[in-house]
């Protein structure tokens, strides 16, 4: 299928930066529509950001103008800028992605993929 894979996690202090990425691989025919959740401890998992294959984004209030999510579609790979970090920013990232996909055994197939997750901690 469709594999994701996080990176740029890591331990920043309050008011810092992070960016993290989100690499996709396998026989990609198209994605849809990418985002970013975090869960923190105790509490469910939220979206954050997501942006669609056209370009529009929308964010979760928490994040709106310190966050911004951007994608290229060429190397299919999504991006997230965390800037203004907060303590309750601190949680497990997820990337999402939704599109088609290449099987050998039965065309073109959708998929829903999920990434393992990069921890993001802000704290002095």
């Known amino acids: 299928q469709v594999q994701l894979v996080e990176s740029g996690g890591g331990l920043v202090q309050p008011g810092g930066s992070l960016r993290l990425s989100c690499a996709t691989s396998?026989?990609?025919?198209?994605?849809?529509?990418m985002g970013w959740y975090r869960q923190a401890p105790g509490k469910q998992r939220e979206l954050v950001a997501a942006?669609?294959?056209?370009?529009?984004?929308n964010y979760a209030d928490s994040v709106k103008g310190r966050f911004t999510i951007s994608r290229d579609n060429a190397k299919n790979t999504m991006y997230l800028q965390m800037n203004s970090l907060k303590p309750e920013d601190t949680a497990v990232y997820y990337c999402?992605?939704?599109?088609?996909?290449?099987?050998?055994?039965?065309?073109?197939?959708?998929?829903?993929?999920w990434g393992q997750g990069t921890q993001v901690t802000v704290s002095s």
């Open positions: 999402n992605a939704d599109g088609l996909y290449y099987s050998s055994s039965y065309g073109i197939k959708p998929f829903g993929s």
């Open positions: 396998g026989r990609i025919f198209s994605i849809n529509g």
């Open positions: 942006i669609t294959s056209g370009g529009s984004t």
